[in-house]
């Protein structure tokens, strides 16, 4: 079993739509988190930091992190087409970025 | 404008033959990365180094090699000891080594196939 698991897709929403992303863990001592977004062909970039339980918001983007489910969310309203990438979670045990372990991240279409 | 320049974006190279791919990063960051990006899997990380004339192996180090000479440069060799080298690879740079005080910020990666 993957320590992070993340649905592949791909997601198709039209545009406007309010998009839910997920991961799940198995790892109870992971305590930082990050969603990072990666459009075609081009490097990750991160959207989204949250330490710990709670959510986090940023305009259009909500994260949110359930410890006691081992299960984290970023919600994104109002979904353009510009939103089209795919969407990496990333999360560690310990504060180094050396021990970051990365879903296999889920494709997001959005359709004007 | 301050980034990381990977180079080349694309490379074929043939079976037993060793390549190296290219990592300058402007940003002033300690720390550099090497990832791996396979279709169906996360990111593995490969190398990384938090200072000059350091690096450490990551969890999938077999086959590669790095070296760090200058702050701002951070060379990713795969060697043909490498199994399946054919993959995207990304190279990031972090201001400190730790998750709390900033965020990797990845180049735009070299695409590595073996004929």
């Known amino acids: 079993q993957k320590e992070v698991e993340q649905d592949p897709g791909p997601l198709s929403v039209p545009e406007g739509a309010i998009v839910s992303l997920n991961c799940t863990y198995s790892?109870?001592?992971?305590?930082?988190f990050m969603w990072y977004r990666q459009y075609s062909r081009k490097g990750p970039e991160l959207l989204m930091y949250t330490y710990s339980s709670g959510n986090k918001e940023d305009g259009r983007f909500t994260a949110q992190v359930d410890k006691s489910s081992k299960y984290i969310s970023l919600f994104i309203r109002d979904s353009q087409p510009s939103d089209s990438a795919t969407y990496l979670c990333a999360m560690s045990a310990l504060p180094g970025f050396q021990k970051l372990v990365f879903g296999t991240g889920t494709r997001l279409l959005v359709s004007p | 404008d301050g980034g990381i320049t990977q180079s080349p974006k694309y490379l074929f190279r043939k079976e037993g033959q060793n390549v190296t791919l290219s990592c300058e990063q402007n940003l002033n960051h300690d720390a550099m990365y090497w990832y791996r990006q396979d279709p169906g899997q996360g990111l593995r990380l490969i190398y990384y180094s938090q200072i000059v004339n350091d690096f450490q192996k990551g969890d999938i180090a077999e086959g590669y090699s790095v070296s760090r000479e200058k702050k701002e440069s951070f060379p990713l060799t795969v060697t043909s000891a490498q199994k399946n080298p054919t993959a995207f690879y990304l190279c990031?740079?972090?201001?400190?080594?730790?998750?709390?005080?900033?965020?990797?910020?990845f180049g735009e990666g070299s695409r590595l196939t073996v004929l």
């Open positions: 990031a740079s972090s201001m400190g080594q730790f998750l709390n005080t900033g965020e990797l910020f």
């Open positions: 790892n109870s001592a992971f305590q930082y």
